[in-house]
């Protein structure tokens, strides 16, 4: 039945009985003003993020993002009401405004399809975004500020000395606007320490602690240290430095190439390989091409199974449907890192890759426990410096061996992302607290909860490829004389192999990792085979082996 308007006029279709034309007018501007607030608010973001980005802002920038999901969320509800309010005053009478319903309307679903709902989607990738790239760094240190290395209390106290002598940060440093900063020093530690530069000064802030437990010990002789430092050394999260050479189109929050491939996984990898290098990157060892084996006349124990693929089809993430855009990351991981040998250029490629494949929930978990840095742990007691180690008494690692530790790190870590073993339902949420948890209580438990621990605390497997590059590099020798590769005197065995926390720490790196990770970890550091003496889980202590190889020269030729 139709019914007539405030004029007289005969309307046909669902109408709203409100009386008094000024809560018609009250609802209509209510919706005005829901509109025209919303769209002044959501300019000024978009101004500052625009900034952001124009002045190099990029960990305020990447801060801003991970709330994404939550302003288009406010912003589509937001709009959502003022859609619902003007809809009221139409069903009221105020048919004047049709064209004001269909742009609100537009605009709403606008703000819901497009922004609101990617940016839910999205919000993993962000916050993994966020931790592959201001997670902890290595950064090169002079070796004469060793002493003034130390835990977070030794940090502050460095950052508080000398007040006179400022330090400048650099604009991604910044942590932008905010209205709860989180505690933690802002300076960068190479600053820190410059300003210690005259020796008097230095000796008066050494550290207590002698043995400088945030500093790699990685065999080398130079003038230079590798830092490790972050939040556990007292310094709030910045972005890496190396986000500077970044292709821009890698840094949007739905990241993309420039042939508009799907870039997260090189953001994720480009973000984690400016942190974690050290010193000497052009020396890691990573051999995915059979290169360095070929040349030494080694060949592998499936020779026509591609190291690559036994990386995808043994994976945990298998069948890693990713590996179809191997040969485009190599392009693009060649352009960001050419002047780089093959192996890091490999290793940089796989682990872009894996990264593309593993589900976020795994890879949020890698990322808490540090597991894409060299862990520091193993170093520390390898050279004696370890948590109640460093009696004179008690066997270290010689030079070469720690260097072999640094030089395997990468293959460790593409070993570790790829065969992650984890519980079928992990916990909500694994803080880095739990790392810390009592050891003596863990061992204490049934098998099963202990599984269970080591499942929700992996560890990367750094010392069990230390062992294969060591048998490695002298399973074969050159012989100068002959100008020829032959049969080498195999690698005897570590003074400190057989200390307890050696077979304690073997187990527990390979009870983190799913089956058939052994042999493509043997191939990428220059073995035939995975020798079956360090499968800690099955030799009861671990034993050693003894590799040695004769030359195929039909591999050499």
């Excluded at 106290?157 to 330090?167: D, G, V």
């Excluded at 820190?192 to 602690?209: I, N, T």
């Excluded at 008690?394 to 030089?407: D, F, G, I, K, T």
Aim: with cysteine.
């Amino acid at each position: 039945m139709a019914a007539q308007d405030d004029d007289g006029a005969t309307t046909a279709g669902p109408q709203l009985k409100i009386a008094s034309g000024t809560g018609r007018v009250a609802l209509l501007w209510t919706s005005i003003s829901l509109a025209v607030f919303t769209s002044l608010v959501q300019g000024l973001i978009t101004t500052v993020i625009q900034i952001s980005e124009d002045q190099g802002l990029w960990t305020f920038r990447f801060r801003l993002a991970r709330y994404e999901h939550i302003w288009w969320t406010v912003v589509s509800s937001v709009l959502s009401v003022s859609f619902v309010l003007i809809i009221l005053t139409f069903l009221a009478g105020n048919t004047q405004d049709s064209l004001g319903v269909l742009a609100l309307s537009t605009a709403t679903t606008i703000a819901i399809v497009r922004y609101a709902v990617p940016a839910w989607r999205n919000r993993a990738f962000i916050e993994n975004r966020w931790r592959a790239w201001t997670g902890p760094s290595r950064t090169s240190i002079k070796a004469s500020s060793r002493a003034l290395c130390g835990d977070a209390a030794q940090w502050k106290r460095l950052s508080q000395a000398i007040p006179e002598r400022k330090i400048v940060s650099a604009p991604s440093d910044d942590w932008g606007l905010s209205l709860f900063p989180p505690p933690g020093l802002w300076e960068d530690p190479t600053a820190l320490l410059d300003k210690f530069a005259d020796q008097q000064d230095a000796s008066k802030y050494a550290a207590p602690d002698a043995h400088a437990r945030c500093v790699y010990d990685d065999g080398t002789t130079t003038g230079n240290l590798s830092l490790q430092w972050g939040e556990a050394q007292g310094f709030r999260r910045r972005v890496s430095r190396a986000i500077h050479a970044m292709p821009k189109g890698l840094l949007a929050s739905r990241p993309l190439t420039v042939d508009e491939y799907n870039g997260e996984g090189l953001t994720l990898a480009l973000g984690i390989l400016g942190r974690n290098k050290g010193l000497r990157p052009h020396t890691l060892v990573f051999d995915a091409s059979d290169a360095w084996k070929t040349r030494r006349g080694i060949g592998r124990s499936q020779p026509h199974t591609r190291v690559q693929h036994a990386l995808e089809s043994g994976s945990a993430w298998a069948p890693r449907p990713s590996k179809v855009m191997r040969s485009y990351y190599a392009h693009a991981v060649d352009g960001q890192f050419g002047t780089l040998p093959d192996a890091f250029r490999d290793a940089a490629t796989e682990l872009a890759l894996v990264l593309l494949d593993v589900p976020p929930r795994p890879l949020r978990l890698w990322l808490e426990r540090g597991l894409e840095q060299q862990d520091l742990d193993v170093n520390l007691c390898m050279s004696g410096r370890g948590r109640g180690g460093g009696s004179s008494s008690r066997a270290v690692a010689a030079s070469e061996q720690l260097n072999q530790l640094y030089r395997a790190s990468y293959a460790s870590m593409v070993v570790s992302l790829n065969y992650l073993l984890l519980l079928q339902q992990p916990p909500a949420t694994t803080t880095a607290a739990d790392a810390d948890a009592d050891t003596k209580q863990q061992q204490q438990q049934s098998p099963h909860h202990q599984q269970q621990y080591l499942l929700l605390h992996p560890v990367r497997p750094d010392l069990t490829c230390f062992a294969l590059l060591h048998l490695a590099e002298q399973s074969v020798r050159l012989d100068e004389k002959a100008g020829e590769w032959v049969a080498g005197p195999g690698a005897p065995m570590p003074a400190w192999w057989g200390d307890a926390w050696v077979h304690a720490r073997l187990r527990r790196e390979q009870a983190c990792l799913k089956a058939g990770w052994k042999d493509p970890a043997a191939w990428l550091l220059g073995l035939k085979s995975f020798p079956p003496e360090l499968d800690a889980l099955e030799c009861q202590p671990a034993a050693w082996p003894r590799v040695v190889y004769e030359p195929e020269r039909g591999l050499i030729e």
